[in-house]
């Protein structure tokens, strides 16, 4: 069930009074809200709500163990031998009596916190492993199988299996995200307690569980456990919401129809075309993939919890370290948090940190699909960080041009640099990638057919199109809180101007809409 289409928002419709009612009530609410999780994910394949639910229990049971892990009944005063061993010592047991007795009565208090911590550190290790497991067979068993079959033929070694074609849960990455997360955090005291109730209603959150954002659980906790629903305004919610199914229903629906084509046979369009559809592509899955996020957070905000900012303006960033921190920034943060910091972040030799930043970007490409192109993608991202660092220092040295020349420059490459590997990201294998990108960089005016382009990729419609997604990416986000003061101060101009703009995105937009780009991931 898509966010922008006439089904759901009938399923809303229906919805949203009862949550309303429900929600000074907390217990019911929890009740109330996961019941609508559960149907509306439901709607998708009622196998993959098996899983979903599944992942839910198992998870639950492991964060209890690292909440409360269990101890041995272990009687450490009367082992001598025990008490030799700790101190690594024949001189300590010749202590005064009194002294030993302390000195062991301390060893039974520090060792079951050494055991309790041991085993909490075991725990997360299970949960961690189970969670990408599970992601790894649903996502990239097929993957594994056809790789190992096409490696064995190189070799002149043929197997007679068919590997079977296993549907990927809507999802499943981000849930499988939010679970290890879950985990991590209890395991640093960050999430004091855990209820069934609560954490199935964190993991499976339908506005956020098909493509994110990825709430953090203390947050989510703050909101559902809170009598309270969310102060939002009519404009922000209204506006929000707006946003997301304009950029979504109308701009990437168009650039769908016109771009898609030219990344599955670049071979039929000419250089100048396939340049256009590049940047066609970066809007495409800006607004797409943005245009989700803020109908997620429009319709969070009308269930109780607060917004979560995932999006700010990433094409107009000058490094591509600012690109990171400002595209997808619920995952960069993840990856930054549960990833990154983890192998050492920045507090190492500068080797580890280059080698940190590569695996982190690297396994980031894995985890939105199984392929070469894929791993190409995360791996040029992890590249590019390399020099986005090591750039940093330099150019606070450079002297002599003007910052606004510097900044645009520096636009203009992590931009150019983004746009190019987004082609490894959308072509369907490296093989075509590889060859959309020789295509594009032979500058020719022909394809390889010898005819003068293969379609509608360039037109005054989408070249407008681009222009406004792009320019879009340098207004001041000033203006756009001055205009929703504005509508605040007036709630009927404001419910007047968000009906109107409805209506003419619905007029303007296709009957049928294209699945979100993040729902394969």
């Given at each position: ?85 700790y101190h690594k010592s024949d001189d300590q047991l010749t ?375 792009l320019a879009g990416q340098f207004v001041d986000p000033k ?43």
């Amino acid at each position: 069930m898509l966010f922008p289409t006439l089904s759901f928002f009938l399923f809303f419709l229906a919805i949203f009074p009862i949550v309303i009612v429900a929600k000074p009530f907390v217990k019911c609410y929890q009740v109330v809200l996961l019941a609508i999780n559960i149907i509306f994910y439901s709607f998708w394949h009622i196998n993959f709500t098996y899983l979903l639910l599944s992942s839910v229990v198992i998870n639950y049971g492991i964060n209890c163990l690292i909440l409360a892990p269990k101890l041995p009944n272990l009687n450490l005063a009367d082992n001598a031998l025990f008490y030799h061993i700790y101190h690594k010592s024949d001189d300590q047991l010749t202590t005064p009596p009194d002294k030993k007795v302390k000195s062991v009565e301390l060893i039974n208090q520090e060792l079951p916190e050494q055991q309790r911590k041991k085993l909490k550190q075991f725990y997360l290790g299970l949960g961690v492993i189970l969670n990408i497991l599970f992601l790894a067979v649903c996502k990239y068993y097929t993957f594994f199988v056809d790789s190992s079959l096409a490696l064995l033929a190189n070799f002149d070694i043929t197997l007679d299996i068919v590997a079977d074609r296993i549907a990927v849960p809507i999802g499943i990455s981000f849930y499988t995200f939010r679970c290890i997360a879950h985990l991590v955090d209890v395991y640093q005291g960050k999430v004091k307690e855990v209820s069934l109730l609560g954490f199935a209603n964190y993991i499976t959150f339908f506005p956020q569980i098909a493509s994110g954002p990825i709430a953090r659980p203390e947050k989510f906790y703050c909101d559902l456990y809170s009598p309270l629903k969310y102060d939002y305004s009519i404009s922000e919610v209204g506006l929000t919401i707006l946003s997301g199914f304009a950029k979504k229903y109308v701009i990437a629906s168009y650039l769908f129809t016109v771009i898609d084509r030219s990344f599955a046979v670049p071979n039929n369009y000419n250089s100048l075309e396939l340049l256009v559809a590049m940047l066609g592509y970066a809007c495409l899955i800006f607004v797409d993939f943005s245009g989700y996020s803020d109908m997620a957070n429009g319709i969070s905000m009308l269930l109780g919890f607060r917004p979560i900012a995932n999006f700010n303006q990433p094409y107009s960033a000058v490094s591509l370290s600012e690109f990171w921190n400002r595209w997808h920034i619920s995952l960069s943060h993840w990856l930054r948090d549960y990833l990154y910091i983890p192998l050492g972040g920045s507090r190492v030799v500068w080797y580890r940190k280059y080698f940190n930043l590569f695996i982190t970007m690297f396994l980031g490409g894995i985890w939105h699909g199984a392929g070469l192109n894929f791993m190409i993608w995360g791996a040029l991202h992890g590249v590019g960080l390399w020099f986005s660092h090591y750039f940093r220092w330099l150019w606070s040295d450079i002297q002599g041009l003007p910052s606004l020349l510097l900044r645009m420059t520096g636009t203009v490459c992590t931009f150019f640099f983004v746009c190019i590997t987004w082609v490894f990201f959308n072509c369907p294998d490296y093989e075509t990638a590889v060859k959309y990108l020789a295509q594009m960089f032979s500058f020719s005016a022909m394809n390889d057919l010898g005819e003068w382009g293969g379609g509608n990729v360039i037109s005054n419609t989408s070249l407008a199109v681009i222009g406004l997604v792009l320019a879009g990416q340098f207004v001041d986000p000033k203006i756009i809180l001055q205009f929703k003061q504005i509508l605040d101060k007036h709630i009927a101009i404001a419910t007047v101007f968000i009906a109107v703009s409805m209506y003419i995105c619905i007029r303007l937009g296709p009957k049928t809409v294209p699945p979100f780009i993040y729902f394969n991931f």
